[in-house]
């Protein structure tokens, strides 16, 4: 009951009104909600969760590309440095974005004859 912090209620009778014990309950309750909110909003936010978060996602999705095109040279690189591997991955994608591209590039030309 001491950490209820009576100062914040004036005039609330707590031990004999079962009302004001619940308003003040709820209200409490309420608070600490918020407060463990904010407190994971900072922490969340953080830059170091940002980046574990991002570097937990490279990781994942290296070991995804590993087992679906079973790369050993990958898996190889992977195991000497996940930094690299995760870059080989991301030029490989873009060449292939850019190679697609062009492929899809098209003339139409008339043949007149």
Do not use: C
Not at 43 to 60: C, F
Not at 90 to 98: F, G, I, L, S
């Amino acid at each position: 009951m001491k950490e209820l912090r009576f100062k914040e209620f004036p005039g609330i009778d707590i031990y004999n009104n079962q009302k004001d014990y619940d308003y003040v309950i709820n209200n409490m309750s309420h608070l600490y909600a918020s407060s463990r909110q904010r407190r994971h909003d900072e922490w969340s936010s953080s830059l170091d969760v940002m980046n574990y978060v991002n570097h937990k996602k490279d990781i994942d999705n290296l070991i995804s590309h590993i087992k679906e095109h079973k790369d050993t040279e990958l898996l190889e690189l992977a195991i000497k440095s996940p930094l690299l591997a995760i870059d080989r991955i991301k030029m490989n994608k873009e060449e292939n974005n850019n190679k697609t591209d062009i492929a899809n590039t098209t003339f139409n030309h008339k043949l007149s004859i």
